[in-house]
């Protein structure tokens, strides 16, 4: 092969992909915190709302998980700019992704909602429990519980996700990969070199999500098993 | 400056038809790796499982958009001038294996151990312990979520558009240019994924019920 290997550009723009990696992770971070409020508030609607508002819970969940992210990210970023409205592309590309995995994770966090037993909740209300007691401490927290693991890949996804964001010009991973190609032309090793750290990074991501869960749930109660 | 009108419409539908040629195309040589990724998960060889492991951790772990980037370039280095048909192709393919060959993975190992177990003191030889007895359950199994995984096919491939690949989403932005009309033209890129996405969830979801009650 013809071809050289030539990783000299790691010298002068280490910085700019240390920097690409942190807004990377700011990013997903923003996202992940506001679509798990999103998605607590989705599924509890869609569980226990009136019709009309499981019907918006339903229509928001298929819309957003039948079409594609890069699709949601055009249509929000080119469509409130052609309405007049200019927020900063972070913004932008955190209420698109926010959008985004705020319906997967109504879906899964649904999915665990609908686990709990009918009968752990006739015995709160049995205790005398009020309602937004019963939501809180007797579905939501062990329905959390059970579905941790799969949000927590979801949100591994999530972070991956957000180099799409580099097609509105976000200056996160890949996009300082795409600038750092255009000045360089070592395309292959500069991307070679943003997937190592996309590789870092996602397993980054799923130990401190691991060791979160270890933390907010002390009790460790695996998926499926009976309370 | 051109409307939104019934001809950027027909050229979003062309963009739409590459769109499922690309899925399908993917679909089909991605499940052929992801069998193999699959079996090498469960190999009896403790190397070819952690080589297999390796690859699944890193293909999992690199956004499908910097693969796409990389076979896209990769072979350009290689001093093959490829159409970026082949370039989204390869990067949906390793997407595929890795994935789908997770999901098979599972599929295979839900069977029961006894199942194997009473194939081997049958005397079987491991080919046809796979081929008789665990892979015509597996694939039962395996149907609804792979049918589920379609969907991600779909939708990963607007990802080909950032390498020049005309599908429905490089279509869009294409529209996009020449009509400035954001709204319109994404709304109906989207409605359009979803026209080809939604039906096979509920076919998806269809037959996950199906096959709990069975079960």
Redesign the interface.
């Given at each position: 092969?013809?071809?050289e290997f030539d990783f000299s550009f790691l010298a002068d723009h280490w910085p700019r992909l240390l920097q690409g990696l942190w807004l990377t992770l700011a990013m997903s971070g923003l996202s992940t915190v506001l679509g798990f409020l999103i998605g607590v508030t989705g599924a509890i609607a869609s569980r226990y709302g009136s019709p009309a508002a499981r019907r918006v819970a339903y229509v928001y969940v298929?819309?957003v998980?039948?079409?594609?992210?890069?699709?949601?990210v055009?249509?929000l970023y080119?469509?409130l700019?052609?309405?007049g409205l200019r927020l900063p592309v972070f913004a932008t590309a955190v209420i698109a992704l926010s959008i985004n995995i705020g319906a997967y994770s109504t879906e899964i966090i649904r999915a665990g909602i609908e686990s709990i037993a009918p009968g752990q909740i006739e015995a709160a209300e049995c205790l005398g429990m009020s309602q937004s007691q019963i939501i809180l401490r007797i579905v939501l927290q062990p329905a959390l519980e059970r579905v941790f693991p799969a949000l927590t890949s979801q949100y591994v996804l999530l972070m991956?996700?957000t180099?799409?964001t580099?097609?509105i010009s976000a200056e996160e991973l890949?996009g300082i990969?795409n600038l750092i190609q255009s000045e360089t032309f070592r395309?292959?090793e500069v991307?070679?070199i943003?997937?190592l750290c996309?590789?870092a990074?996602?397993?980054v991501v799923r130990a401190g999500l691991f060791g979160f869960g270890l933390l907010a749930f002390p009790r460790r109660r695996r998926l499926g098993t009976d309370l | 400056m051109p409307e939104f009108g019934p001809n950027q419409f027909v050229f979003l539908l062309h963009g739409a038809v590459w769109t499922i040629a690309l899925s399908v195309l993917s679909l089909v040589i991605g499940a052929v790796f992801a069998f193999v990724v699959a079996l090498c998960r469960i190999s009896g060889s403790r190397t070819v499982r952690a080589i297999s492991a390796i690859y699944v951790q890193a293909i999992q772990g690199t956004p499908l958009m910097v693969l796409m980037l990389i076979s896209y370039f990769g072979l350009n280095i290689l001093g093959v001038d490829v159409p970026a048909l082949v370039g989204a192709t390869i990067a949906m393919t390793l997407y595929v294996s890795a994935f789908l060959g997770e999901v098979w993975r599972g599929s295979l190992l839900s069977i029961p151990r006894t199942q194997w177990e009473a194939s081997e003191c049958l005397g079987h030889s491991r080919a046809a312990r796979m081929r008789h007895i665990i892979l015509p359950q597996a694939v039962k199994i395996s149907i609804p979520p792979t049918v589920t995984f379609m969907v991600q096919i779909v939708k990963n491939t607007s990802l080909a558009s950032i390498i020049g690949f005309v599908e429905l989403t490089q279509a869009g932005k294409l529209v996009n240019n020449s009509t400035f009309q954001p709204f319109v033209c994404f709304l109906c890129v989207a409605a359009l994924y979803f026209a080809v996405c939604y039906p096979i969830s509920l076919w998806g979801r269809h037959l996950e019920k199906q096959y709990n009650v069975v079960r």
């Open positions: 092969m013809a071809y298929e819309v998980r039948n079409t594609p992210l890069l699709v949601q055009f249509l080119f469509g700019s052609s309405i991956l996700a180099s799409v580099s097609q890949t990969g395309s292959f991307y070679g943003v997937a996309y590789i990074l996602s397993l | -």
